[in-house]
């Protein structure tokens, strides 16, 4: 059990009359120890850093593969800039001028309580939920409420259920090891597909579980979570009386970027989480989360304490997306079959185009906006390859930043190194392109080991 150094009291401050310690220069920061942990910038992070700086003076070199914006579909652009407009031209001195309540602007709460309820036959109300600045907020709210110090010699952890997931888990909490992943069993579904399984008696075998946390589809593997797999969480989350948050900013009821539509689940240990990011708004931070009151209410003190609101204009705009049925027809008729078509047309790519000789697997499509490939050879390494493509102008996404503490965990230590991710929003002849670039490092990282 971790344990944690309980410093002593310091002496009364008397700022008025001190002096600087000539020991310090002004230029240095000196941070606490939840400063010094959000202040490194996480790896997938860095690999966004880099980008940004490498095609910052020519971007137009540059195939980017390591994308994490929607694709930009005309008709989802149009309908959500008309009914912005729409909104700002007749609401926004209501929205946009006045502070607001913390859970949430009552029109998006009561469309999101009516559409929920029609939907799934919940019996939910407010009280049940909370609109934040982005799901991405959500879940840092959830990590500061339920996990980390929590008594004299008790400490809980935020725990992924599967590992890979979703790269932005891994920052949540304000502890050095505050988050920890379970490893996957893996299964071979074909000759080049694989699929990932939970191992749920590793799960069971965890301590110190404060929330369990996962998304569904999954960044960035896709994989989908099915009924008896949520049921099976659901299980643990009540034996250990902790909440299970699943993201669904992939799926059900949008955008609906899955093979198959596992319906959310209603428990009093489920929050469910979802975001307006992947149906077209990735930069207006809208999302809300649906869960028993108790433990809504905390995140909305939370909410209240910090950051005080998400953003009014964007929250009618998404209550009236909603209640028009503007939301389900761009997710079902619009941006559903633009994700199924694209990975249709870059899993025959990969087919074409990687190395026969070379064993590479695709993990199964069942969703989500990425192909996640798994290259089972000792000379592959991750690191190696996203510098090899980087002198080619390629950017892809190395696989271990989704696995916690991925080169110190057998036996991911050697797993996560030989994955990497590609996005399936970027034009087809980009994709094209890279991919195409991709199996030469392929055959060049393969002759020099």
């Not at 931070?285 to 869960?291: D, E, H, L």
């Not at 929250?315 to 997710?331: I, K, T």
């Not at 965990?409 to 991710?421: G, I, K, N, S």
């Amino acid at each position: 059990m971790r344990r944690h150094t309980h410093l002593t009291s310091p002496a009364p401050c008397a700022c008025a009359g001190s002096r600087r310690d000539p020991r310090r220069g002004y230029g240095r920061v000196q941070l606490s120890r939840s400063g010094q942990k959000m202040s490194d910038m996480s790896g997938l992070r860095a690999i966004m850093e880099d980008v940004a700086t490498s095609t910052a003076v020519d971007a137009s070199d540059w195939l980017n593969l390591s994308i994490g914006n929607p694709a930009s579909i005309k008709e989802v652009i149009d309908a959500w800039s008309s009914l912005t407009a729409t909104v700002a031209a007749e609401d926004f001195t209501a929205t946009s001028s006045r502070y607001g309540p913390s859970r949430g602007m009552p029109a998006l709460v009561e469309e999101i309580v009516r559409s929920f309820n029609a939907r799934y036959g919940w019996d939910i109300t407010a009280d049940n939920v909370v609109v934040g600045p982005g799901s991405q907020m959500l879940f840092f709210i959830a990590t500061a409420l339920f996990a980390g110090p929590a008594g004299e010699d008790s400490f809980r952890r935020v725990v992924l259920p599967m590992t890979p997931d979703y790269a932005g888990y891994m920052g949540l909490s304000l502890e050095p090891d505050g988050v920890a992943g379970i490893a996957p069993e893996v299964e071979l579904t074909g000759d080049r597909s694989f699929r990932y399984a939970f191992d749920f008696e590793a799960l069971e075998r965890c301590p110190d579980i404060g929330m369990l946390l996962l998304s569904s589809p999954s960044n960035p593997t896709g994989r989908s979570i099915d009924g008896d797999e949520l049921t099976r969480l659901i299980d643990v989350a009540r034996r250990r009386d902790v909440p299970l948050i699943v993201d669904h900013a992939y799926g059900a009821p949008f955008p609906l970027v899955a093979a198959s539509e596992v319906a959310p689940r209603w428990d009093d240990h489920v929050i469910n989480c979802f975001t307006l990011s992947k149906a077209g708004l990735p930069a207006e931070r809208v999302g809300f989360a649906i869960g028993p009151r108790h433990y809504i209410q905390s995140m909305v003190s939370f909410m209240a304490n910090s950051v005080l609101h998400a953003p009014q204009l964007m929250q009618l705009v998404a209550a009236r997306a909603l209640s028009s049925g503007l939301l389900d027809s761009l997710a079902s008729s619009v941006i559903r079959p633009f994700y199924r078509d694209r990975r249709n047309y870059v899993e025959r790519l990969l087919t074409d185009l990687l190395p026969d000789s070379i064993n590479w697997r695709l993990h199964a499509g069942e969703g989500g906006m990425f192909c996640w490939l798994w290259i089972d050879h000792d000379w592959f390494d991750d690191m190696a390859l996203y510098r090899l493509m980087k002198t080619k102008k390629v950017f892809i996404v190395p696989g271990r930043h989704f696995f916690v503490n991925p080169l110190s965990m057998a036996p991911e230590a050697t797993y996560a190194t030989r994955c990497f991710r590609i996005s399936l929003t970027p034009d087809e002849h980009v994709i094209e392109e890279g991919v195409a670039r991709i199996a030469e490092g392929l055959m060049e990282l393969r002759g020099t080991s």
